[in-house]
């Protein structure tokens, strides 16, 4: 198994394994580091049908809880993103994001793989979130260690949100509801458990205010961070193919769909796999 770097910032491509045809302990242990740091895996021409593809999925982990979307018939941990090339309603996956930051234990991962993509367009960009806590100013840093961001589904899934209502003409049955409102705690730093290494954890879509802070200060500091993060610095983008399999970690990544391909269609398959409550360890 050979890792190859995707950009000069992060990310990589793995290169020498066939995943389908099933991989071994040391094999798994392998890839639960190299995503650990290098916060995206790109793996491509794989070969899954479902029940392979959740079988490769508990090699490195545990599925995690999935809501508002329903998933694939006979399939509970899979979701199957859907687009049909005349489709105008939002685009699932817009916004940068870090998947299901607003839940208690946040998956550790997600798994996506591509069975219908455009020739072009439908990318997907990542953003480092060590590295943006990493090129703060040793003041900001300080400033932020003792806060926690405050998350909350609701702009996407509450009543009032994106996709708060159902849309008969969407391919994927997304239902909001009132449980979107309810808002968790997470430390703005955390800790990755595996490298121990520090990463902002905040993101545009499901991070709603700062605990402690006025909503004058909280909403100027959220913009700053919202900002920072994204910087072109910190990226890489995946363009997908037939066959790719993208893994990537969401305790220290954020990402974003890019809506850049009306007029074509784009399957794909995801899992998340389980997390643990976000915590700063003490350096």
Not at 92 to 112: C, E, I, N, R
Not at 120 to 139: K, P
Not at 159 to 184: C, L
Request: charged fraction near 20%; proline fraction near 5%.
């Amino acid at each position: 198994m050979e890792i190859r770097p995707l950009t000069g910032a992060f990310g990589a491509e793995v290169l020498g394994v066939d995943l389908g045809s099933g991989i071994g302990d040391q094999q798994a242990q392998a890839i639960q580091m190299a995503l650990a740091e290098n916060g995206v895996l790109v793996f491509r021409e794989q070969a899954f049908d479902i029940d392979g593809f959740e079988k490769f999925a508990l090699n490195i982990g545990e599925f995690g809880d999935t809501p508002f979307i329903t998933p694939v018939d006979g399939h509970p941990n899979v979701l199957r993103l859907l687009r049909e090339a005349d489709e105008q309603g939002p685009l699932f996956g817009s916004g940068w994001h870090s998947d299901w930051s607003f839940q208690l234990k946040p998956p550790s991962a997600t798994l996506l793989y591509a069975v219908d993509v455009p020739d072009a367009g439908g990318d997907t960009a990542f953003t480092s979130q060590y590295l943006a806590f990493e090129s703060l100013s040793e003041s900001m840093k300080s400033i932020l260690l003792g806060l926690k961001g405050i998350h909350s589904a609701e702009r996407s899934y509450g009543p009032k949100g994106t996709f708060g209502r159902p849309d008969p003409n969407a391919s994927m049955d997304i239902h909001g509801d009132e449980t979107a409102v309810v808002h968790q705690l997470h430390p703005l730093v955390r800790s990755h458990p595996l490298t121990g290494r520090r990463s902002l954890f905040v993101n545009e879509v499901y991070t709603v205010g700062i605990e402690g802070l006025t909503n004058s200060e909280s909403s100027s500091l959220l913009k700053f961070l919202f900002e920072h993060c994204k910087q072109i610095d910190f990226t890489c983008r995946v363009r997908w193919e037939p066959g790719t399999l993208t893994i990537w970690d969401n305790r220290a990544t954020q990402h974003f769909a890019i809506n850049d391909y009306f007029g074509n269609r784009r399957e794909m398959y995801r899992i998340t796999l389980a997390g643990e409550q976000p915590v700063l360890a003490s350096s």
